[in-house]
Structures are given as structure tokens and as C-alpha cells.
């Protein structure tokens, strides 16, 4: 299976942020965004946050691939949902080789952003 990880390990905002998803594309008829491993060790809001990094990611790129969260790890004190949006988001990207979308802290939360987009 293709597949493509991204992390996000850095202090921003007075605080250390961490997030490391790795995602890949479905060869068999899985659902799109099934996270085919246990996920009882997970907080359902990182689970809940990398689906909605990868559909915005999808959404974004007009693509209806189906795409499985494979890992997800965090810190219970780094790792917010925000964080690991942005970190399925941007693997998603990767995995379609899309680089310019990237994230961003911006001085409150993570966000995804375009580096080709027009910001003036």
C-alpha cells in the first residue's frame, strides 16, 4: 500500500505541539478514511480530527480515492486536534504529491495553508 506519513513536532504559542499520522490509499473496497487498526489506545477527538484532515484534503484536491488512516501518535500533553487535522491533512497532500500545502501556526491553533496562494 502507498502510503506517506507526516509530523509535526515544534513549540508554538508558549507550548510544544506533536502530531505524526501516516496515511495511505485503499487498494481494497475500504470505506474512505477507515482507520484499520485498533484504535482503543486513541482519543476519539485525534481520530475524529485526521478523518477531517484527510476529507478536507480530498475535497480539496477533487480526488475520491479511498484513503485509511494507518497510525496516529501523539502525547497526551503535545497532541491536540488541530495539530493532527493539520498533520492527516498535509500527509494526505504528500501522499498525492501536492507540496504546497503546508501547516501554519497561526500564534492560536494549526491551519493548513497554500504556499501558492496570493496572500497580500
Known amino acids: 500500500m502507498e502510503s506517506f506519513t507526516y509530523t509535526i513536532r515544534r513549540v508554538a504559542g508558549g507550548r510544544g505541539h ?6 495511505g490509499i485503499a487498494q481494497d473496497g ?3 478514511v477507515e ?20 476529507e478536507f484534503a480530498l475535497h ?27 498533520a492527516a491533512a498535509v500527509a494526505t497532500f504528500r501522499l498525492f504529491d501536492e507540496n504546497a500545502r503546508i501547516e501554519l501556526f497561526d500564534g492560536e491553533k494549526w491551519i493548513v495553508t497554500d504556499l501558492g496562494e496570493n496572500t497580500s
Open 35 to 54: 482507520v484499520p487498526f485498533d484504535k482503543s489506545k486513541l482519543l476519539p477527538e485525534w481520530i475524529d480530527a485526521a478523518k477531517s484532515g484527510i
Open 30 to 32: 475500504s470505506n474512505p
Open 18 to 23: 506533536f502530531a505524526r499520522v501516516q496515511v
Open 60 to 86: 480539496d484536491l477533487e480526488r475520491n480515492d479511498r484513503v485509511v488512516i494507518l497510525s496516529i501518535d501523539g502525547s497526551l500533553a503535545d497532541t491536540f486536534e488541530d495539530a493532527v487535522f493539520c
